[in-house]
C-alpha cells in the first residue's frame, strides 16, 4: 500500500470541454503537442485546446486509456493494447494490457508505457514492444487516468462521489501531492500538456477538465 505523505489543495478547473456529438462517455485522454486526443468508446477524437473544436477522429476501439509516444498513439482496447498511426488510424502493433482487460489509464514516460489498474489499484510499467511488466506501484485508491510530467508521475482517482489527481513517488508509490476534485466530478483519462495544465476526462459526464498544475516544489 502507498505511503501518504501529502500536500492537499482543491483542484483548479480553468476550462470544460464537451460534451461532444455522439461522444457521450470520455475515457482515455491524451495531448500529441498541440491537441486534446480522448477515447470516446468507438472513436478516438482530437480537439483543438484553444477552441474546442473537434478536428480528428480515428475509427478504432477505444474504451479506456490513451497515450501519445511523440510519434504514435497507443489505446488500451479490451485486453490489448494498440500502437495506432495518428495519420491513418492504422494499428501497427499490439501488445497485451498487464490487467486482462481490468486495465485503465495508459500514459507515456521514461520510455515505457505506465498502465492504471482501476480496481487492482496499482499502477504498471510496462515494456511498449511486449507487454512485460517492468514494475509495479500500489496505490490506495482506485487508479484511473496517469500521465508523466517534468519526471513526475501523476494520476488520478475515482471512487464513488471523491475524486483527485495526486503526485506519486514512482518508485515507493508516496502520495505527495493530491488535487482535490469537487464532489461528484469524477477522473476518468489524465494527460499533462507538459506545462501549466491536466486534461482531465470526466467519465459519463462527456467532459474533458483543463486543471492547473500546481508549481513545482522546490528541492523535488
Known amino acids: 500500500m502507498s505511503k501518504v505523505s501529502e500536500t492537499e489543495q482543491p483542484a483548479e478547473t480553468v476550462r ?10 470520455v475515457h482515455g485522454v491524451s495531448f ?38 511523440g510519434r504514435h498513439l497507443f489505446q488500451i482496447a479490451g485486453d490489448r493494447i ?6 491513418t488510424g492504422e494499428v501497427l502493433s499490439t501488445i497485451p494490457a498487464p490487467g486482462g482487460g481490468r486495465d485503465s ?4 514516460g521514461e520510455g515505457t508505457l505506465w498502465v492504471g489498474q482501476y480496481r487492482d489499484r496499482k499502477i504498471h510499467q510496462i515494456d511498449p514492444d511486449t507487454g512485460a ?33 495526486r503526485q506519486v513517488d514512482p518508485e515507493t508509490g508516496e502520495v505527495l501531492t493530491r488535487l482535490t476534485m469537487p464532489a461528484g ?3 476518468s483519462g489524465l ?5 501549466e495544465l491536466f486534461y482531465a ?3 459519463a459526464s462527456g467532459r474533458v477538465r483543463a486543471v492547473r498544475k500546481p508549481r513545482r516544489r522546490s528541492g523535488r
Open 201 to 203: 476526462g470526466g467519465g
Open 16 to 25: 470544460e470541454y464537451g460534451p461532444f456529438p455522439g461522444a457521450p462517455h
Open 185 to 187: 466530478t469524477g477522473v
Open 82 to 87: 494498440h500502437k495506432i498511426d495518428p495519420a
Open 105 to 108: 489509464g495508459l500514459a507515456w
Open 191 to 195: 494527460e499533462s500538456d507538459q506545462g
Open 133 to 165: 511488466i517492468l514494475r509495479t506501484i500500489e496505490s490506495n485508491r482506485f487508479v484511473t487516468g496517469v500521465t508523466w510530467v517534468d519526471g513526475e508521475l501523476w494520476h488520478g482517482t475515482w471512487e464513488g462521489d471523491d475524486a483527485d489527481i
Open 32 to 69: 500529441d503537442g498541440s491537441r486534446v486526443w480522448f477515447a470516446s468508446g468507438e472513436k478516438l477524437q482530437a480537439f483543438e485546446p484553444a477552441s474546442g473544436r473537434i478536428v480528428r477522429a480515428l475509427d478504432v476501439a477505444c474504451d479506456a486509456g490513451t497515450a501519445f509516444d
